[in-house]
Each structure stands twice: as C-alpha cells, then as structure tokens.
C-alpha cells in the first residue's frame, strides 16, 4: 500500500554508532541496518530523507522536540515508550546482554559484580536493567553517551562490565574487540521506527507498509544478513 508523504524532507534522528544497526564507515558513510532499510523504505514509498545520527538520547530529544519527524537507531518498542512515541510495525528481535574484557576471570554471574562498576549508555534498555537491578547485586553504573566511550571504558578499565543489545556486542566481537559475554543473554524486545506519540501518523505507517513489502520480495533479510548473516 502507498501512503501520501505530507512533508517535502522527514527529519529522521538516529545513533551515532550503534553497529551493524548504524555506524560510520570508513569512507565517511553511515551504513547499517537500520540505515539501508530506512533508505529503502523512502525508495518505496517515495519520500526524502535527511539523516541526522546524532546519538541515542539525543534522537529522542529531537524527537521529543519537534527537531526531528521520526527516529531509527535499534529502538526497542517498550510499553513505557510507548506513552510517548508510536512505533512502526517491529522490525529485528533484539535483546540485552553483559560483556565483560575477555581476560576477565572473575564475572560469571551477576552477582559476581558485587563492588565493581558497570556501564551503559544514557537512555537505554539496558542502562534501565541495569538501574532496576543495582541494589540487588551491588555494583555502580557508569553512564556514557555513545558507544564508542562505552567500548573505550570497557577496554581501558575503567569499567569492569557494560550492557549493551546483544547483536551490537556480538558484531563488535566479530570485528576483532576483546570481549565475552559469561552471562545468557535477557530475554528482549522488538526494534522499531518511532515517531512522537500523535506526531507524523503517515511516516510511520509508510514505513510499516515499506517494511511489509521488503519482507515480502525477500530484501529485508537480504539487508540484514548482509550485515550479520543468517545464524544471527
Ligand atoms: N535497544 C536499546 C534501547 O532501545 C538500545 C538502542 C541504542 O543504543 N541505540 O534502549
């Protein structure tokens, strides 16, 4: 089904690095999932985009503000959220999960964190877990506004564990970062496009409606296993 863009340009917020689901390569070009489906599903249905991967929290508050029509950047469809955004259609199952520096002897539970500080980023599901679970298992949050900074800490030590969605670790894994994951993954959500609560109807449904019919040609898993392939 076609739906009528009623604007010339969407402003579309996203992550700054959030890998595969979005993230600057090394031409300069922000590639990803997200990205790719995005720009298909525009193909599609026939309207423009203008792109701005601004970080996690900051998309939301451009969304919040009017500063953005729609966001994408591997956002999990929550029931929370869901006061405040309307989501498309979900479009990748997701879930969170702890990655410690892979000479890490010690961390093998959650309760092994007893004492030591754990990272995430601002905003997120897993900076959530982490908050509703910190007097239970006694260890300290760290906050970080991008990924990169997250990583970084994890790497330098400055933290001795961090949250992050599962497909995002194991991608950074696969690209060679000394990482392991010693506890199974939580159980997850759904990513999906969100548009302010009210805001933009149209955009959303014309990405639902794009959504539907890359599923249907075969393109979506197309996209995605041209980032993590089909054992994801
Ligand atoms: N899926 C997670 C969330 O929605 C993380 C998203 C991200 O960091 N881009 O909170």
């Known amino acids: 089904?076609?739906?009528?863009?009623?604007?010339?340009?969407?402003?579309?917020?996203?992550?700054?690095?959030?890998?595969?689901?979005?993230?600057?390569?090394?031409?300069?070009?922000?590639?990803?999932?997200?990205?790719?489906?995005?720009?298909?599903?525009?193909?599609?249905?026939?309207?423009?985009?203008?792109?701005?991967?601004?970080?996690?929290?900051?998309?939301?508050?451009?969304?919040?503000?009017?500063?953005?029509?729609?966001?994408?950047?591997?956002?999990?469809?929550?029931?929370?959220?869901?006061?405040?955004?309307?989501?498309?259609?979900?479009?990748?199952?997701?879930?969170?999960?702890?990655?410690?520096?892979?000479?890490?002897?010690?961390?093998?539970?959650?309760?092994?964190?007893?004492?030591?500080?754990?990272?995430?980023?601002?905003?997120?599901?897993?900076?959530?877990?982490?908050e509703a679970h910190k007097d239970e298992y006694g260890y300290t949050i760290k906050s970080f506004d991008a990924a990169d900074q997250l990583y970084d800490a994890l790497k330098v030590g400055s933290i001795d564990a961090m949250m992050d969605d599962y497909p995002v670790i194991g991608y950074a894994v696969k690209q060679g970062q000394a990482l392991k994951t010693p506890i199974k993954r939580e159980v997850g959500g759904e990513y999906g496009f969100a548009v302010k609560k009210g805001e933009n109807p149209e955009l959303r449904e014309m990405f639902t409606e794009a959504l539907k019919e890359m599923k249907r040609t075969g393109e979506y898993d197309e996209i995605v296993n041209k980032y993590i392939g089909s054992g994801q």
């Open 1 to 130: 089904k076609k739906i009528e863009p009623k604007k010339d340009v969407y402003v579309i917020a996203s992550d700054s690095a959030f890998a595969p689901f979005e993230y600057k390569d090394s031409d300069g070009e922000y590639k990803g999932i997200d990205v790719d489906l995005l720009k298909r599903a525009a193909d599609l249905q026939g309207f423009k985009l203008d792109m701005k991967f601004i970080g996690f929290s900051s998309a939301m508050q451009a969304l919040e503000s009017g500063q953005a029509d729609g966001m994408i950047a591997g956002m999990t469809i929550t029931d929370e959220r869901k006061a405040n955004y309307d989501f498309s259609d979900p479009y990748f199952q997701s879930g969170i999960q702890l990655a410690v520096a892979k000479d890490d002897n010690d961390i093998k539970a959650y309760k092994d964190l007893k004492g030591k500080t754990v990272g995430a980023k601002v905003g997120t599901e897993s900076a959530d877990f982490l």
